[in-house]
T-cell receptor
Framework: DVKVTQSSRYLVKRTGEKVFLECVQDMDHENMFWYRQDPGLGLRLIYFSYDVKMKEKGDIPEGYSVSREKKERFSLILESASTNQTSMYLC?????????????FGPGTRLTVL | RKEVEQDPGPFNVPEGATVAFNCTYSNSASQSFFWYRQDCRKEPKLLMSVYSSGNEDGRFTAQLNRASQYISLLIRDSKLSDSATYLCVVETSYDKVIFGPGTSLSVIP
């Protein structure tokens, strides 16, 4: 079974802090994604990566950066956390290929910024 | 207009009922289509892909109408365990997908 793990289930940070969210997948997937999920807005793509050291902006990249130094690990960084970044953050991975393949999600990190 | 739209519900239906969810998408070049299911406080998981010819998996039937840019999911003989949020997902380009906001279903005893 594919397993996608995220470093924390719940996180509380203060405004202005630097926040690291880690995601690891164990199925050798090329693609990795970071989403945030908010009520009424659904999942919105922040950043994605098709390969090591490669990153692409999603729909809402402002205030975030990412790092992919190893194939299995994709990190989301909030350089200076703000209250509007309070959300559920979901990491996902998938195999590369046309016809799209299933995205496998981690359990999510619920981040609260005070 | 949002790229993928769904009726948010909630849909409250009795056990055994048939319920249908609709989804519309704006990008006519979209290539692949899916329904994901998300249980309360859990991550989304793939329910089924949607093919042009329509496809069925047990009590679940998915249909695609490319001309109208419309996708549907039909659930027959609803079970309590079907209670969840159903996400319509559209692949807009190579390996990139857009998730709809989801439709909430509660199946009532």
């Amino acid at each position: 079974d594919v397993k996608v793990t995220q470093s924390s289930r719940y996180l509380v940070k203060r405004t202005g802090e630097k926040v690291f969210l880690e995601c690891v997948q164990d199925m050798d997937h090329e693609n990795m994604f970071w989403y945030r999920q908010d009520p009424g807005l659904g999942l919105r793509l922040i950043y994605f990566s098709y390969d090591v050291k490669m990153k692409e902006k999603g729909d809402i990249p402002e205030g975030y950066s990412v790092s992919r130094e190893k194939k299995e690990r994709f990190s989301l960084i909030l350089e200076s956390a703000s209250t509007n970044q309070t959300s559920m953050y979901l990491c996902a991975s998938s195999l590369r290929g046309t016809g799209s393949s299933e995205q496998f999600f981690g359990p999510g990190t619920r981040l609260t910024v005070l | 207009r949002k790229e993928v739209e769904q009726d948010p519900g909630p849909f409250n239906v009795p056990e055994g009922a048939t319920v249908a969810f609709n989804c519309t998408y704006s990008n006519s070049a979209s290539q692949s289509f899916f329904w994901y299911r998300q249980d309360c406080r859990k991550e989304p998981k793939l329910l089924m892909s949607v093919y042009s010819s329509g496809n069925e998996d047990g009590r679940f039937t998915a249909q695609l109408n490319r001309a109208s840019q419309y996708i549907s999911l039909l659930i027959r003989d609803s079970k309590l365990s079907d209670s969840a949020t159903y996400l319509c997902v559209v692949e807009t380009s190579y390996d990139k997908v857009i998730f709809g906001p989801g439709t909430s279903l509660s199946v009532i005893p």
